[in-house]
């Protein structure tokens, strides 16, 4: 009876703690060239539905940096963007709440952006949970080890194309010859067997010995006739 008891609390301290937890995810890490806008995605699972009282807050540790600082909050449906610190004016909140979404794009990012963001996402009651962290890298140009990634793939990719174009003109070839062929090998049995009907005719015409058996032939009939 004990064990049955301590079994049920158990399934049950189990299922409070999924209903009261939050999982937090974020890319791992986001590249960017110098210049550009960037997007740091965040988003939550909960077993709740979405609460009108959701909240997401992001905070920002630069390289070499020992603290972070928070440079965003949403909170009562209106975002909130830090007014002073490196993102003042650069920084736009571009998620959807409803849908469990608490990204931001940071625009313009520079060399000195580099560093770790963390997001943290509340849906009351399920508040338990961890933040989630995405470092971003900032370069001048593209890396190398990028830029041969990318080229290989768009080698590759065309690769395929060109060779799924090179395989459809070639079955659309043979598919022709092949067709072309069967018609040809029909005409051709047609055409043999009337110049051999005509070349018959014309041998029975023009074969005098054949014209003069069928005259003698033609008057015998006759002759055994009028004797009748």
Known sequence: MLSVLALT???????????????????WERHALVGTDVRLSCSFFSWKWTSPDVTFSWHYRSDGARDSIAIFHYTGGVPYV???????????????PSRRDGSIL??????????T?????KNPPDIA???????LLVFENVP????????????VVLGLLILIVAIYYLMRFLVARRV??????????????????????????????KLKAAASEKKKQESRREKK
Not at 9 to 27: D, N
Not at 106 to 115: L, Q, W, Y
Not at 144 to 155: M, Y
Not at 181 to 207: F, W
């Open 9 to 27: 609390s158990v399934v049950l301290l189990g299922i409070a703690s999924q209903t009261t937890a939050i999982v937090v995810y974020t890319s």
């Open 144 to 155: 190398v080890q990028a830029g041969v990634i990318t080229g290989a793939i768009i080698g």
């Open 117 to 121: 963001f963390t997001c943290d996402a």
């Open 106 to 115: 940071i625009k313009n990012v520079d060399i000195a952006d580099n560093g």
């Open 180 to 209: 072309f062929s069967l018609s040809m090998s029909k005409h051709g049995k047609k055409g043999k067997g009337k110049e051999g009907s005509q070349q018959k005719q014309a041998l029975a015409v023009t074969d005098p010995a």
């Open 82 to 96: 830090d007014n002073k610190g490196p993102f003042r004016d650069r920084l736009e909140f571009v998620g959807n």
């Open 129 to 135: 949970g961890s933040p989630s962290n995405v470092r």
